[in-house]
Antibody, heavy 115, light 113 residues
Framework: EEQVVESGGGLVQPGGSLRLSCVASGFTVNSKYMNWVRQPPGKGLEWVAVLFSGGSTYYADSVKGRFTITRDKSKNTVFLQMDSLRPEDTALYFC?????????WGQGTMVSVSS | DIVMTQSPDSLTVSLGERATIHCKSSQSLLYRSNNRNLLAWYQQRPGQPPKLLIFSASTRGFGVPDRFSGSGSGTDFTLTINNLQPEDVASYYCQQYYNDLPTFGGGTKVEIK
């Protein structure tokens, strides 16, 4: 069965860092485009970052220069390194596979940025 | 960036009736090389991750009931839910995947009257 499972969320102070993980099973992460999408409590979906199968990356303006998306083929895992975190980064972070549209989503991992 | 604008923000519909949600993009989503509109609809039930409902503006995803239908082309799109069921209570989002920076509409919350 194909699935992605996120982990690594938690409570962090403003200015701090956190690394999220997305472990894939049933497919290889380097064969697909892999995305991170976030959802602040009670609000809508916001695309955050994408890692193409060829290795290129793109970021939303709101996180550019602070977040970095990478992958480890040996672990079949995609990561989101989040630095210089702000209160407005508080959200549920989803990992999503892209094959045209986003066809596979995880359950999400919650990130809270607060002092 | 392509801006996606959804309407209405919320919708209350009686069981068995029709719900209609609109989505407008700031530029055409018609990809000329394959004549497809690169527009998707997602359903997000409370406490759940989003689920792909419709892609290419009008193609239902795997296992999606045929009471869900998508239409439109270019910049104007519609999601129609016929014969609304209790399990359709959810938020619905449109998304463009035309370029490298996919964007979502603000969402429409559908409730039962």
């Amino acid at each position: 069965e194909e699935q992605v499972v996120e982990s690594g969320g938690g409570l962090v102070q403003p200015g701090g860092s956190l690394r999220l993980s997305c472990v894939a099973s049933g497919f290889t992460v380097n064969s697909k485009y892999m995305n991170w999408v976030r959802q602040p409590p009670g609000k809508g979906l916001e695309w955050v970052a994408v890692l193409f199968s060829g290795g290129s990356t793109y970021y939303a303006d709101s996180v550019k220069g602070r977040f970095t998306i990478t992958r480890d083929k040996s672990k079949n895992t995609v990561f989101l390194q989040m630095d210089s975190l702000r209160p407005e980064d508080t959200a549920l972070y989803f990992c999503a596979r892209q094959d045209g549209p986003f066809d596979l989503w995880g359950q999400g991992t919650m990130v809270s940025v607060s002092s | 960036d392509i801006v996606m604008t959804q309407s209405p923000d919320s919708l209350t519909v009686s069981l068995g009736e029709r719900a209609t949600i609109h989505c407008k993009s700031s530029q055409s989503l018609l990809y000329r090389s394959n004549n497809r509109n690169l527009l998707a609809w997602y359903q997000q039930r409370p406490g759940q991750p989003p689920k792909l409902l419709i892609f290419s503006a009008s193609t239902r995803g795997f296992g999606v009931p045929d009471r869900f239908s998508g239409s439109g082309s270019g910049t104007d799109f519609t999601l129609t839910i016929n014969n609304l069921q209790p399990e359709d209570v959810a938020s619905y989002y449109c998304q463009q995947y035309y370029n490298d920076l996919p964007t979502f509409g603000g969402g429409t919350k559908v409730e039962i009257k």
